[in-house]
């Protein structure tokens, strides 16, 4: 069978027919996936700058307990070394506006460093943070907490007096 000659409205359009009429059934599916996607991408930057803030926060632990381990090590005494490690961990914390307490009773421990020169006393530091994960993301309804622990070791000066 021979097909019928074209005319020049059907050599010009012949090609785009179907695709013309095709094009109509995708209309809106951007939006369909922009409205898919979007709550995923919404909770992956929430988690990114969760973890952020958590990482920052670990910095800020951290520098706490460096702060605790120096203040204790040139303290004379061992109760002036706890209240000068608070008093530390605490400005710190404060300074960095971390909310956390600061337990003064498990807060220092006492250890030596063996060397070829001697034996050196050390003061060892923990500052552990109990932070609400709403404090961290500046969202005050977020469920749960993570504890957050800083260790730091100072050797203790060894001219500071008795």
Known sequence: MIAPPRTGS???YG??????????GDRGSVAVEVALLAP???????FV???????????????????AA??????????GAR???????AAVLDQQQV???VDRDHLLGYGTLHTGTGDVRTVTAKV???VPLGDLMNFHGAPGKTTITGEFTSVIDRYRGN
Do not use: K, N, Y
């Not at 090609?15 to 109509?24: A, E």
């Not at 995923?40 to 929430?46: I, R």
């Not at 120096?70 to 109760?79: C, G, K, V």
């Open 10 to 12: 059907d050599r010009r």
């Open 99 to 101: 909310r956390c307490t």
């Open 15 to 24: 090609r785009w027919r179907g695709h013309l009429r095709r094009r109509g």
């Open 70 to 79: 120096r203040a204790a090590s040139l303290s004379r005494d061992d109760e």
């Open 49 to 67: 700058v969760a973890a952020g803030r958590v990482q920052t926060t670990g910095g800020v632990v951290d520098a706490a307990a460096r702060a």
């Open 40 to 46: 995923v991408l919404v909770a992956f930057v929430v």
């Open 128 to 130: 552990s943070c109990a």
């Open 83 to 89: 209240t000068a490690a608070a008093e530390a961990a």
